[in-house]
């Protein structure tokens, strides 16, 4: 039971901030602003929507086919579309629970390639790990080049003081299960031993492996589709597409942990978006409209691809 109510709540509480937020956003804005916010709606150029999507579907690509690398050097051969598939569902389940997409990419593998879920999940954590350190160093970008901006929106947009006390839970607790894990001769620390060794090998994989330099290509080139994609989606209205590129780092580096940390940024992507675009002069309507666009057609995108490849991984792999 106990169970149960967790996982509805790790379901439920995303979706719930999200709708906050909405509900918050939307309850601040007199009529004459819904309907000019309709109105950006209504008069985007969606081509460039289009190009984008398009370049995301490359970044897709270029994930499934970068995830070879790591596996090949634990000695496993892949399909390139069960990897390419299993990427897509993942990302159509993290919008459901937060990151449970990570899992489902692990478990597809042991079920269609038997790799086992350990070393498959290692080499994915292996990849977080490496995205991670990546939009580290965008958020380093955006803060050199519009210090004085981000500061400002830390401080007045953020709950700088919430941000802190979790942090700091978040380290002491870390410590403690450290601690417990080295230790500790408990039964059930030691049988988490035996397992994390597995996944210890699939992290340190992409360190050891061969082909580094591939890896190295793919994971510039998955970021590069990322940051072309809100790029090119800039011109969807005319507010937007003419930021400097200050703005476009701080936007992007604010999109993006809008979705890295929440379920895929529902609500709170174009919440922040707007947010911080009003420090370059763009309406707060004009920016929350341009945030619903992006998201709702990267989304859009998630759910086709997700439903596609849950429909057809049983049937590629028909033999299995």
């Known amino acids: 039971m106990r169970k149960k109510i967790g996982k509805w709540l790790s379901v439920l509480l995303p979706v719930l901030l999200g709708v906050f937020l909405i509900v918050y956003t939307y309850e601040k804005f007199t009529p004459e602003q819904i309907l000019e916010i309709k109105g950006y709606f209504k008069n985007a150029d969606y081509s460039y929507i289009y190009m984008g999507l398009a370049i995301a579907f490359l970044g897709n690509a270029s994930r499934a086919y970068r995830w070879k690398y790591v596996l090949e050097h634990m000695g496993y051969t892949t399909s390139f579309y069960n990897n390419f598939m299993a990427v897509n569902i993942s990302y159509l389940l993290n919008l459901t629970v937060l990151k449970s997409g990570e899992i489902s990419r692990a478990l597809i593998l042991k079920k269609y390639e038997n790799i086992p879920f350990d070393k498959g999940f290692g080499s994915i954590v292996a990849e977080r790990i490496i995205d991670m350190f990546v939009l580290l160093l965008f958020m380093l970008l955006a803060v050199f080049l519009q210090f004085d901006i981000v500061k400002s929106f830390i401080l007045d947009k953020l709950p700088l003081f919430k941000i802190i006390l979790y942090g700091s839970i978040c380290f002491f607790t870390g410590v403690v299960i450290i601690l417990v894990y ?87 992507y174009p919440f922040l978006l707007s947010k911080i675009l009003l420090f370059y002069s763009v309406a707060e309507t004009a920016g929350n409209a341009f945030g619903w666009i992006v998201w709702s057609s990267q989304m859009l995108l998630v759910v086709i691809l997700g439903a596609l490849s849950f429909l057809f991984l049983p049937v590629f792999n028909r033999s299995k």
């Open 182 to 268: 080295l230790f500790s001769n408990a039964k059930w620390v030691q049988t988490v031993k035996l397992k994390f060794s597995g996944l210890k090998e699939g992290v340190l994989s992409i360190f050891h492996m061969k082909k580094k330099m591939f890896y190295l290509m793919h994971t510039a080139f998955i970021w590069f589709s990322y940051l072309f994609t809100f790029y090119i989606t800039l011109f969807v209205i005319p507010e937007t597409s003419s930021l400097g590129i200050g703005a476009i780092a701080s936007a992007f580096v604010v999109g993006s942990i809008a979705i890295s940390f929440t379920n895929s940024g529902f609500g709170s």
